[in-house]
């Protein structure tokens, strides 16, 4: 069979309320804004027009199908098949990173990044009432790396429940190698914080080094990862995002999956609610029963709440 062929020399003219190109004066190019500038997969067209043509779009249920597709587009492009049961639906990566802060900790809370840092990280997490720590990177000989002394030290802080992470990197432009990835996973696991690992930049890889996604690292320290993974940024998918509600972010969780949904059939995402986490700690320290709350069956770190609620 012969390969297809696409077609990366003639660029769609971008018109009405562009971000990217609008305002711009002659001459300028927009370098600041991730989004690719090809036309869209005629695969994807296609698509989308049998699906307009149906002329309703309430809500759906996300098929059985997705998943599978997603595990086999990680394990095809990055060597690294998640299972199906790990992974839930979401409307983005930042919406995602959102609601995982809400439900995870607390107004007050310190969740740490790296500096320097994609600036929605930021807005996430104080628009949420969390307080922002940075362990910054090291910048010597054109390279950034990490403080791995100041990584530990703020980690170890009783008040940082969470850490962001970015790989590939955004703004430096850096695919962490696996044993970075480990490292800092392990880190996180020791320090019992939770690592939500923003992927979504991992498709553009174009060394021969690919990206180690986090729901890859050892199992002790997989109950401390959330990565998260979306097609928006290379295929032009963005977009289409603004349409009939079609994003496309997924959230692997490994040890959190029944955390983030309801488990009976997997095509609908319920997340819990804020009235639940209560009970969520009382079960994590054994005040209640952690194999049943209020219908569904909450999998969580054994000692997740343990040492972040002793105050």
Not at 3 to 17: L, S
Not at 69 to 75: F, G, L, P, Q, R
Not at 148 to 167: G, H, I
Request: net charge positive; aromatic share 10%; with cysteine.
């Amino acid at each position: 069979m012969a390969e297809k062929q696409y077609d990366f020399t003639h660029v769609p003219k971008r018109q009405g309320n562009s971000i990217k190109w609008g305002g711009l004066k002659e001459k300028e190019l927009p370098m600041w804004i991730a989004e690719m500038d090809f036309k869209i997969a005629p695969e994807i067209m296609t698509s989308m027009e049998e699906k307009l043509k149906v002329a309703a779009f309430g809500y759906e249920s996300v098929p059985a199908e997705y998943y599978k597709a997603v595990a086999d587009w990680e394990e095809i492009e990055h060597r690294a098949r998640p299972k199906e049961d790990w992974c839930v639906f979401a409307s983005g990566v930042v919406p995602a990173i959102s609601a995982v802060v809400r439900q995870f900790t607390s107004p007050g809370d310190q969740i740490l990044v790296q500096e320097p840092v994609y600036n929605m990280f930021y807005s996430v997490i104080e628009g949420n009432g969390r307080r922002v720590i940075s362990s910054d990177l090291i910048y010597e000989n054109s390279k950034y790396s990490v403080n791995w002394a100041d990584l530990e030290e703020k980690l170890a802080t009783l008040s940082v429940r969470m850490m962001v992470f970015c790989n590939p990197y955004n703004p430096i432009g850096y695919a962490w190698s696996e044993e970075e990835v480990k490292r800092i996973a392990k880190l996180c696991a020791k320090h019992q914080v939770l690592l939500i690992s923003d992927e979504i930049h991992g498709d553009l890889v174009l060394t021969d080094e690919d990206i180690t996604p986090a729901f890859t690292v050892d199992w002790d320290a997989k109950n401390w990862v959330v990565s998260l993974i979306s097609p928006s940024k290379p295929s032009t998918w963005r977009r289409c995002t603004r349409l009939a509600r079609l994003s496309l972010t997924r959230i692997c969780a490994p040890g959190l999956r029944r955390a983030f949904s309801w488990p009976a059939s997997g095509s609908q995402t319920c997340w819990l609610s804020r009235q639940l986490l209560p009970l969520m700690k009382k079960a994590m320290t054994g005040s209640v029963s952690s194999s049943k709350c209020c219908g569904t069956t909450l999998l969580m770190p054994g000692n997740f709440w343990q040492k972040k609620c002793r105050k």
